[in-house]
Nanobody
Framework: VQLQASGGGLVQAGGSLRLSCAASGPTFNSNYGMGWFRQAPGQEREFVAAIGRNNLITDYGDFVRGRFTISRDNAKNTVYLQMNSLKSEDTAVYYC???????????????WGQGTQVTVSS
């Protein structure tokens, strides 16, 4: 399974970004759970959001508080993270990941993308 994250960039506080994660590979299918994590310099990798197969289950990190929405398009093997009301503390490298199950923990994921930088200026 290969994951390609994109959509990061520089945005002002209060703005929005939509991240995408395209999955590929002969073994990938819609049964995989997908997640987004982020890591700021000097910080541990942090859970942002996860979505189960067929969009039936979603979960978010406590800090999200209704600002982010995770979704997936199984026809395109792509997962999205819509981020609104961005704050400077959201600045980090955002990673997408895939798991055969569903998890909030980094240890629960088997495949990782390369990350995309999100920078929020105040």
């Amino acid at each position: 399974v290969q994951l390609q994250a994109s959509g990061g960039g520089l945005v002002q506080a209060g703005g929005s970004l939509r991240l995408s994660c395209a999955a590929s590979g002969p073994t990938f299918n819609s049964n995989y759970g997908m997640g987004w994590f982020r890591q700021a310099p000097g910080q541990e990798r942090e859970f942002v959001a996860a979505i189960g197969r067929n969009n039936l289950i979603t979960d978010y990190g406590d800090f999200v508080r209704g600002r982010f929405t995770i979704s997936r398009d199984n026809a395109k093997n792509t997962v999205y993270l819509q981020m609104n009301s961005l704050k400077s503390e959201d600045t980090a490298v955002y990673y997408c990941a895939a798991t055969i199950s569903f998890s909030r923990d980094t240890s629960g994921y088997d495949y990782w993308g390369q990350g995309t930088q999100v920078t929020v200026s105040s």
